[in-house]
């Protein structure tokens, strides 16, 4: 899977635009990006993910550059319970064996809203 | 509604010891995983199934083995607790297709 970099932290006002940006410079061309996020003491939440275009859902939309080394997720009106650890993830969509593989969480984004 | 619990919440057992921690979903989903989270690190995987009677080992399976004997149920048994074992365990489950990884709420297991 491609290495993906993200800042350690960031702060956002809350009813603002969150953007988390993700640099993923040697992603390959079947490779997807993946975002989850963790609030403090639960499990990892699925959020978005998307090929090479752009991609909204309820809960967030997804950017992806034209070169697909880097993407932004943004969450439209940031809350406060959007405070969390924010993870950028590349990987195939499948392993080979038509299963899918297990994720790789890096460190994450930890994003603070503040009121 | 279809969910994912992990059983117990909370375990505290000492040095040597097996230690069985549970993981069941109800979402009929063919891949389930084991991760271990600590301080300063991401998640990491354990172990993870495809389906009844397969499992594989993941980055950091030493020391832990699973089974899948249903498609419900993936239990994580570490054979003889390390101070070293001591984490937060997730377990996650997600279709054949594999897009969104669902996750239980975690196992805090304290080794002393």
């Known amino acids: 899977d491609a290495k993906t970099t993200q800042p350690t932290s960031m702060d956002c006002a809350e009813g603002r635009a969150a953007n988390l940006p993700c640099n993923h410079s040697t992603i390959s061309g079947n490779e997807y990006v993946y975002w989850y996020r963790q609030i403090h003491s639960q499990g990892p939440q699925y959020i978005i993910h998307g090929l090479k275009n752009n991609e909204t859902n309820e809960m967030a939309s997804l950017i992806i550059t034209e070169d697909r080394k880097s993407s932004t997720l943004i969450l439209p009106h940031a809350t406060l319970r959007d405070t969390a650890v924010y993870y950028c993830i590349v990987r195939v969509r499948a392993g080979g064996g038509g299963g899918a593989d297990g994720l790789t969480f890096g460190k994450g984004t930890h994003l603070i809203i503040q009121p | 509604d279809a969910e994912i619990t992990q059983s117990p919440r909370h375990k505290i057992t000492e040095t040597g010891r097996q230690v069985t921690l549970a993981c069941h979903q109800t979402w009929n989903h063919n891949n389930m995983f084991w991760y271990r989270q600590d301080l300063g690190h991401g998640l990491r995987l354990i172990h993870y199934?495809?389906?009844?009677?397969?499992?594989n080992k993941g980055e950091v399976s030493d020391g832990y083995s699973v089974s899948r004997s249903n498609t419900e149920d993936l239990p994580l048994t570490l054979e003889s607790a390390a101070s070293s074992q001591t984490s937060v365990y997730f377990c996650?489950?997600?279709?054949?297709?594999?897009?969104?990884?669902?996750f239980g709420p975690g196992t805090r297991l304290t080794v002393t």
């Open positions: 996650a489950s997600s279709d054949r297709q594999g897009y969104e990884q669902y």
């Open positions: 199934s495809y389906g009844v009677q397969d499992t």
